[in-house]
């Protein structure tokens, strides 16, 4: 609840104590108002229950919820009749004391609906076994039948309880229920024999109607409309939409069953009421001399068939009276009107006394065996203050009851806080209210009250009627100011008041009663021939409830008034020595539709069922009051002292706390165990700072949080940070030393191996020449020769000095393979051709050296070879080789530019400008060539000399040794090439002649001719 107090603006206050202008109706009205239109129903005054019908259904009531209300704290939930049955519950079993729930308001209001809430929340929530299972079972199942029974259709309510109701529920001592009881307050009045337009007699009529099985139907001799019976159709509305007859009567035969009701029981009960919607169809003639006849008498014969009655002297009891006079019994019969009057009282008497059975039976059933001491919870289901239009002789006594009532709240209220005030140790403080015993004493008083007055008046010989009797009221009450009739009032006052009519001026509000019908009401007389035949029924029920007994007492029945206040104060005492809670229930329109709040009709309510008369005795001390825990841990943040927590007792921080909230003296007090606070004002301004306070320390708490999180968080990760690093620390020295230790045991074999590396293979050294061997060959394979033509290799060890020459040389015919494989035919020919230069040359000729690295050509150059040379080749041959040479002739040695051309046949050599063939020298011919060994180009085709060839061939060419060595081996002529030494070549000429050229060391290379020859310069080798 104190949570609650947030959101007081939109949903209002939850405690109507709260409310600062508590004396005001209309802020009363406007705080349930905001909560009914938020669907909140339930307000409180201090302890009592404001309930306003919602008519529709809420989601409030699951299972769930009965077990949030168990054993909290009244106050910590919102409003709740789970909060009422809770609380009761628990002061009943902490306490062991007896508890009462009192449930009033008007028809429609909710009442019964409340009751059965706290019903089924107290047979939920209490303990449990399966034998109590079977009580709590029964319990419940006592609604439908007293319901079915008890229950009507009225304008205001579709299930209108026409019965006060009090029920016991007994508990052990661990709580568990183990029986009930309960007290009816039938109002014997008109519903059953009179109902207006749009109402319904009790439900069982219908039910049986509507939910009987033909062959049941048939034994009670009715047929299924309800039109047909004059009690079950006065008011045309036999079908209700919100009730289901059929249902409704299987729930009820079940609840019979389950309530051990035997099948004779049963069927006696449903005569009974077949019986009475029967008798509501006898009607009267009158006969010549104007007595009573009976019209239809099969319908008597019926009715008696079913009471177990004579027929005849049922008949003759309804048409007749025996009068007692001078000792002499005399038959008198009735006029129509008596007849009439006769067969309603009868109805109306069977019917009421069968419900007492009923009740009886029920309690029979209910009533627990065992004698230990128990304790009871009682529920009052109870109609509420009654004013109408034209108010009768039932709305006198339902009010009267209600100023019961009223009295005991404002006792047991006052009691109870007087109690508190002592209790507490704080001074009492005066409550200022109407105490309205006054009026209760007008209607109840022995001879001066209007119940007695009203006795007196029916019971008193002579003509009294209902006018003599309003004339005894202002005879002997006139005076009381709280009676007002036309007579007694002023001028203004008898404009509202009629001459047959009195008003009470009632704690609620006033209320002008009509005195039309009091005196026969209040008698209700049955005549005694009836009372008789139903003492002989053979109807078990009818006979329990006419018992023969009765006719024999001399003394007259008491009348319905002193019957109703003889129950009432039973019922007061009985709640008097109970502690009281109270439910105050409130219908919100009369249209029983949701969501609709009629301010005229709540307001109308809020007043007669005293509420603001509640609110003031509540508030006549103070608004507020809590235990001090309660209050000083809720507020305790608002003071430096009480926060974050108070060392000292609780009371002296609740004083501490007020002080510094500056109350002033006469706004609160401290009791013992509780504080006071006098004002709303005072409590909702603490709230509001609280509120405030509330978000200051969310977010100091919040950082703080926030702050320790992260410090919390920071600390975990250094903690891990340093853990781990010192782990981390330990692994890496533990490998430095592994590794340190390795090394040195490693350095040591090392050491060792290499010491006794040259001794055969052992333990020693083994290692040590695995590792010699090992990174000599990844040596090797980091250096292995790029080609062929490297002949590097890295130094071996001398351990392995074989197995570096075996490798070098398998490495070697390794590449020298791949070299091979890798050369082409044109590249092999002329690897060939520098092969056979090499032997030609090499070391014999100076410039061989530098031809080697300088290819020889592959294939003739196409440019230096003429068409016309090509046609002078002979046929089938080709040109192998092709160069520009420069020839000297034999005779005068003038050089000649030619160009040469071997083929597979011979050597050609042809003018270079005009392409004729100059000399052919077909290999067959040629007899060998010379060159020196000097570093010149000039060389001699050694051919014969006769008439048709030309002799020997001086050539001069720069690539020489191509030449030479294609010539060569073109011409197979290698073993003929003659290199020499000396300083002159011989060559031949025509003529059997011999030429001459000489060598001459120097550096310039140069051919000139001399007389005797050429003379060759070139450097020497
Ligand atoms: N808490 C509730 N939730 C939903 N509907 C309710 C509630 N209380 C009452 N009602 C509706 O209002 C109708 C009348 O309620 P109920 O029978 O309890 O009134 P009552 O005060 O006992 O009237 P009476 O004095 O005529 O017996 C119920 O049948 C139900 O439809
Ligand atoms: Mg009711």
Redesign the pocket.
């Given at each position: 609840m104190e949570g609650a107090l947030t959101a007081r603006d939109r949903v209002g206050v939850q405690d109507l104590v709260l409310l600062e202008d508590y004396q005001s109706e209309t802020a009363f009205l406007h705080n349930i108002k905001k909560r009914f239109k938020e669907k909140l129903?339930y307000t409180y005054i201090g302890s009592v229950l404001v309930?306003v019908?919602?008519?529709?259904?809420?989601g409030f009531y699951s299972s769930y919820h009965m077990e949030k209300y168990q054993g909290v704290n009244f106050y910590e939930m919102p409003p709740h009749v789970y909060a009422i049955g809770d609380n009761t519950y628990r002061s009943m079993r902490n306490e062991a004391s007896d508890q009462c729930i009192l449930i009033s308001?008007?028809?429609?209001?909710?009442?019964?609906?409340?009751s059965k809430?706290i019903l089924q929340y107290l047979s939920v929530c209490s303990a449990s076994n399966d034998k109590v299972e079977h009580i709590k079972g029964r319990l419940l199942q006592s609604n439908p039948i007293l319901e079915a029974f008890g229950?009507a259709k009225?304008h205001?309510?579709?299930?209108?309880?026409r019965f006060g109701k009090y029920m016991d529920i007994e508990f052990d001592h661990k709580g568990a229920p183990v029986g009930g009881h309960i007290l009816n307050y039938l109002l014997p009045f008109t519903i059953q024999v009179h109902q207006a337009s749009g109402e319904r007699n009790f439900h069982i009529f219908y039910q049986l109607l509507e939910g009987a099985d033909e062959e049941l139907l048939s034994r009670l001799m009715l047929q299924k409309t309800p039109d047909k019976y004059f009690y079950a159709s006065q008011g045309k509305c036999a079908k209700v939409s919100?009730i289901n007859d059929r249902r409704d009567f299987l729930a009820v035969q079940k609840a019979l069953k389950v309530l051990e009701f035997s099948p004779k029981n049963i069927d006696e009960l449903l005569s009974i009421v077949a019986s009475v919607l029967h008798l509501g169809n006898v009607s009267f003639s009158a006969n010549e001399e104007g007595h009573a006849t009976v019209d239809r008498e099969h319908e008597i014969q019926k009715i008696a068939n079913l009471l177990g009655c004579q027929f005849e002297q049922l008949l003759q009891a309804l048409t007749h009276r025996t009068i007692e006079a001078n000792k002499e019994k005399m038959e008198s019969p009735l006029t129509v009107e008596q007849a009439l009057y006769a067969r309603d009282a009868l109805s109306k008497a069977i019917y009421g006394r069968m419900f007492n059975w009923l009740v009886l039976k029920l309690n029979g059933s209910l009533t627990s065996k065992d004698r230990m001491r128990k304790n009871v919870i009682g529920l009052l289901?109870i109609?509420?203050f009654e004013i109408f239009k034209s108010n009768s002789f039932e709305q006198f006594c339902i009010n009267f009851c209600n100023e019961k009532l009223q009295q005991l709240f404002i006792e047991l209220t006052l009691k109870q806080e007087q109690e508190e005030y002592r209790a507490e140790g704080i001074e009492w403080e005066p409550v200022e209210y109407f105490n309205n015993k006054i009026i209760c004493d007008l209607v109840e008083e022995r001879h001066q009250g209007i119940i007695d007055i009203l006795d007196e008046e029916c019971l008193r010989p002579g003509e009294a009627t209902d006018n003599t009797f309003l004339s005894k009221l202002e005879e002997t009450v006139g005076k009381h100011p709280h009676f007002i009739t036309h007579a007694l009032g002023d001028s203004k006052m008898r404009k509202t008041i009629g001459y047959e009519e009195f008003r009470l001026v009632h704690y609620a509000g006033e209320v002008t009663y009509s005195v039309k019908g009091f005196l026969d009401k209040n008698n209700d007389l049955l005549y005694r021939d009836l009372k008789v035949t139903m003492s002989v029924s053979k109807n078990e029920i009818v006979k329990e409830a006419f018992p023969a007994s009765e006719l024999t007492k001399l003394k007259r029945p008491e009348t319905v008034g002193s019957q109703f206040r003889t129950s009432l104060n039973r019922l007061m005492d009985i709640l008097m020595s109970k502690e009281p809670s109270y439910v105050r229930?409130i219908k919100p329109n009369d249209a029983?539709m949701a969501d609709r709040f009629d301010d005229t009709l709540v307001r109308h309510q809020v007043k007669y069922l005293g509420l603001m008369e509640n609110l003031r005795v509540r508030r006549a001390g103070f608004a507020y009051r809590r235990t001090h825990d309660i209050f000083l841990n809720r507020y305790k943040s608002l003071c430096p002292e009480t926060w974050p927590h108070y060392d000292g007792p609780s009371r002296k921080g609740v004083d501490v706390l007020c002080k510094y909230l500056d109350y002033k003296e006469g706004e609160y007090r401290l009791g013992k165990t509780k504080v006071f606070i006098r004002f709303p004002r005072t409590l909702f301004a603490t709230e509001d700072a609280f509120q405030i306070r509330k978000h200051e320390l969310a977010t100091i708490i919040q950082s703080v949080f926030r702050g320790w999180r992260q410090k919390k968080k920071f600390i975990t990760m250094r903690n891990a940070v340093t853990l781990l690093s010192s782990q981390w620390k330990k692994i890496l020295a533990q490998r430095l030393k592994e590794k340190r230790k390795k090394a040195t045991l490693d350095i040591r074999k090392f050491i060792l191996g290499f010491m006794t590396r040259l001794k055969p293979r052992c333990p020693e050294n083994a290692e040590f020449l695995d590792y010699v061997r090992y990174s000599y060959l990844m040596r090797v394979k980091e250096s292995l020769p790029a080609g062929v033509l490297d002949k590097s290799w890295i130094h071996s060890p001398a351990a392995l000095e074989e197995t570096g020459v075996l490798l070098q040389q398998l490495n070697m015919k390794n590449l020298m393979l791949k070299y091979v494989k890798g050369v082409s035919p044109q590249r092999k020919a002329m690897m060939e051709e520098k092969v056979l230069a090499s032997a030609i040359f090499r070391q014999k000729k100076k410039g061989y050296d530098e031809s080697v690295g300088n290819p020889f050509q592959d294939k003739p150059k196409v440019e230096q070879l003429k068409p016309k040379m090509l046609a002078t080749i002979d046929s089938g041959e080709q040109a192998l080789y092709c160069c520009s040479v420069t020839k000297f002739d034999r005779h005068g040695y003038h050089p000649r530019s030619r160009t040469l051309i071997i083929t597979s046949g011979a050597t050609y050599l042809f003018d270079s400008k005009d392409g004729k063939l100059k000399q052919k020298i077909s290999h067959n011919e040629l007899r060998g060539i010379s060159t020196s060994s000097l570093g010149d180009n000039v060389f001699v085709l050694h051919a014969p000399s006769d008439n048709k060839e030309k002799g020997d061939a001086i050539v001069q060419s720069t690539f020489v040794i191509e030449t030479i060595t294609k010539l060569a081996r073109i011409a197979k002529k290698d073993q003929d090439v003659k290199i020499v030494d000396n300083s002159s070549i011989l060559h031949d000429m025509t003529g059997g002649k011999q030429g001459r050229i000489d060598y001459v060391v120097g550096n310039e290379v140069s051919v000139t001719k001399t007389k005797t020859g050429l003379v060759v310069v070139a450097p020497a080798r």
């Open positions: 129903i309930s019908n919602p008519y529709q259904q809420l308001g008007e028809s429609g209001s909710g009442k019964t609906e409340a809430y229950n009225t205001r309510n579709d299930n209108s309880s919100s289901d109609y509420g229930c029983k």
